[in-house]
Nanobody
Framework: QVQVVESGGGLVQPGGSLRLSCAVS?????????MGWYRQAPGEEGVLVAR???????DYSDSVRGRFTISRGNAKNTMYRQMNNLKPEDSDVYYC??????????????WGQGTQVTVTS
């Protein structure tokens, strides 16, 4: 059973910072192709915010590039997103997606339950 758990959301004022984390756990996870943050729920057309793939290749949406930084932990089953200079329009529920998790054959994608980020004065 693979689980994806996000943490670190909360309430912050405009211009502030938050750091989100995403951890993937389970038995016999041999690899995870990529991990990313999305703004819409699983099963719907997710809006990519930031994504990190093998060899730490990163992609960002235009709205967050330069303000958000995504990284993976040494074990490669964790992901972090540092969000700086937050704006009210960044408020949303953010979902972590783990792509092609090689714990089953064939590998599957898994989603977390989401973490709320609210930016307001």
């Amino acid at each position: 059973q693979v689980q994806v758990v996000e943490s670190g959301g909360g309430l912050v004022q405009p211009g502030g910072s938050l750091r989100l984390s995403c951890a993937v756990s389970g038995n016999n996870i041999f690899s995870i192709a990529a991990m990313g943050w999305y703004r819409q729920a699983p099963g719907e057309e997710g809006v990519l915010v930031a994504r990190i793939a093998r060899r730490d290749r990163t992609d960002y949406s235009d709205s967050v590039r330069g303000r958000f930084t995504i990284s993976r932990g040494n074990a490669k089953n964790t992901m972090y997103r540092q969000m700086n200079n937050l704006k009210p329009e960044d408020s949303d529920v953010y979902y972590c997606r783990a792509e092609k998790v090689a714990a089953t054959d064939p590998p599957k994608d898994y989603w977390g339950q989401g973490t709320q980020v609210t930016v307001t004065s």
